[in-house]
């Protein structure tokens, strides 16, 4: 380690950097002054690595002239969106959205919708209709429907009695109309056999008209006629009263009827003119049951407007604006589950069907027949019932439905 000059001591003898400082008889100059302010001490300087020699002294560095300031680029304020005011949090919530709202609406009509059929089957009677006998026909292919329509007046008051030209009350139980639909693998086939038609009834001696049937023993006796007198096994029995066909008619705000020419009927309460018009639950009723006015087929000509009747009743019952119409949605159903009477073992399901094909008949055809006395044609009728029986409605040949039941 180097010594420091002792005083006294010469600074040529010692270190030659410090002759300035000592003085040597010589003026330093700057470069000697600033050479020394910035090289530290010999003892404080580190000492090189050993694989490294010293390395000689640097020169200083000449100052560098300080830069211009710059000045910044002029900047353009960014333009400002319009944004719409937000609102409170507190007014947002208590403002429910309106697709909230819309579903709550239609919620609340589908629970509407199921509500009222449930309502209705609940309110539906229903009758033990089926009798168990030797010799009934087995189960065939298809489902086959007995409609048989009324001539009850129960529910009717005698006012209404006199509106509807029924009559009064006391006229024991009789049948208005007797049909048959059946539904299966082919086009739907709504027969209509006429009341004074001529059968075997059973328990009964010689022939007799079937809606006597329905008068002696009700839906058992007329069910075990029909399914004797054509073979077929009926699966479900439906039957409606005068009340029950107004209520209906009214409530689907009236059906079309296509008459042929002027009828008047005071009995009915029945006074149309000829063509196609719309017609209330009365008129309805009037033009369905009338006897004096089909003077030409009588029974023939009834049974052609009772099915003209009831194919429009389930054509309006199942249009659109029934389930848009609430409340001739609820009428409706009320109306058919006050009027109708449906045998015990049908379920809201198999009724339910029936009227989607009551609006579906593609054929409407009268039981062939042999004379204006309603006799059934017998080799004409039993192959028409044997195409219902086998569920081959699409194979039947066109001369054997006709609306009248006689060969075109």
Not at 41 to 61: E, L
Not at 93 to 98: A, D, F, Q
Request: one cysteine or more; proline letters at 10%; a positive charge.
């Amino acid at each position: 380690m180097a010594e420091r000059p002792r005083p006294g001591s010469s600074p040529a003898e010692g270190t030659p950097e410090y002759r300035w400082l000592y003085g040597d008889g010589k003026t330093p100059d700057d470069a000697e002054r600033t050479q020394y302010l910035r090289t530290p001490p010999p003892s404080q300087q580190p000492a090189p690595p050993a694989h490294q020699s010293p390395r000689a002294p640097q020169p200083p560095r000449a100052p560098q002239a300080p830069r211009a300031p710059q000045r910044p680029a002029p900047q353009r304020p960014a333009p400002q969106r319009q944004t719409a005011p937000v609102e409170p949090r507190e007014a947002r919530r208590s403002r429910p959205p309106v697709w909230r709202i819309v579903k709550i609406a239609l919620l609340l009509w589908l629970v509407f919708l199921v509500a009222v059929p449930f309502y209705a089957w609940s309110k539906i009677n229903r009758v033990e209709a089926f009798s168990v006998y030797e010799g009934r026909p087995a189960e065939q292919g298809g489902t086959t429907y007995l409609v048989v329509g009324s001539d009850s007046r129960a529910g009717l008051t005698e006012a209404e009695q006199k509106e509807l030209g029924t009559g009064p009350d006391d006229v024991g139980q009789r049948t208005d109309t007797i049909m048959l639909l059946h539904t299966g693998s082919g086009p739907n086939v709504l027969t209509s056999i006429p009341r004074d038609s001529l059968v075997e009834v059973p328990g009964r001696n010689g022939r007799s008209k079937i809606n006597a049937a329905f008068a002696w023993g009700g839906a058992p006796l007329l069910v075990e006629t029909v399914e004797r007198s054509t073979g077929i096994r009926v699966d479900h029995y439906v039957e409606i009263g005068f009340g029950g066909l107004v209520k209906m008619v009214d409530a689907v705000g009236g059906v079309e009827i296509c008459p042929a020419k002027k009828m008047k009927d005071k009995q009915a309460n029945l006074n149309i003119q000829a063509g196609c018009q719309e017609a209330d639950g009365a008129t309805a009723l009037g033009y369905a049951r009338s006897r004096k006015t089909y003077k030409a087929l009588g029974d023939v000509d009834r049974a052609k407007a009772q099915r003209e009747v009831v194919a429009a009743l389930g054509k309006k019952a199942l249009s659109p604006m029934t389930v848009v119409n609430p409340v001739r949605y609820f009428n409706l159903a009320t109306a058919t589950a006050s009027s109708f009477t449906v045998s015990e073992g049908s379920s809201a399901l198999s009724i339910g069907k029936f009227g989607i094909a009551m609006t579906r008949a593609e054929m409407s055809c009268g039981v062939p027949l042999s004379d204006l006395s309603v006799r059934w044609d017998a080799k004409r009728s039993e192959e028409y019932f044997s195409y219902l029986r086998a569920d081959r409605t699409g194979d039947m040949p066109k001369e054997l439905c006709t609306p009248s039941g006689f060969p075109d």
